[in-house]
């Protein structure tokens, strides 16, 4: 069993930055992917980043340029350092695992709320 716990959501002014983390407990395998989704209220759950084991990180469109995602050396944290924020940007942010094996996880999400 996996578990995946979120750090680092607070309120934050429109062009302030934040960098979020989550750690990965249990027992992971090699060749999984990590990364951050979000939901906004009224909205479908998103995907923010994705980082593969070893492979080039994947961005949502609206993020490129401002998020960064990144991994420890161990794999078992991932972290989103997240630039230029703006009132859309606002959403509880999930961190994802999928093993390479396809069992998926999700962590229980944190607020990061843009506004002045």
């Known amino acids: 069993q996996v578990t995946l716990a979120e750090s680092g959501g607070d309120l934050v002014q429109p062009g302030g930055s934040l960098r979020l983390s989550c750690v990965a407990s249990g027992i992971l395998s090699g060749g999984n992917v990590m990364g951050w989704y979000r939901q906004a209220p009224g909205k479908e759950r998103e995907m923010v980043a994705r980082?593969?084991?070893?492979?080039?990180?994947t961005y949502a469109d609206s993020v490129k340029g401002r998020f960064n995602i990144s991994r420890n050396k161990n794999q078992n944290m991932v972290y989103l350092q997240m630039n230029s924020l703006n009132p859309e940007d606002t959403a509880v942010y999930y961190c994802?695992?999928?093993?390479?094996?396809?069992?998926?996880?999700w962590g229980q999400g944190t607020q990061v709320t843009v506004s002045s």
């Open positions: 980082f593969p084991t070893g492979r080039t990180p």
């Open positions: 994802y695992l999928r093993t390479f094996f396809g069992a998926e996880y």
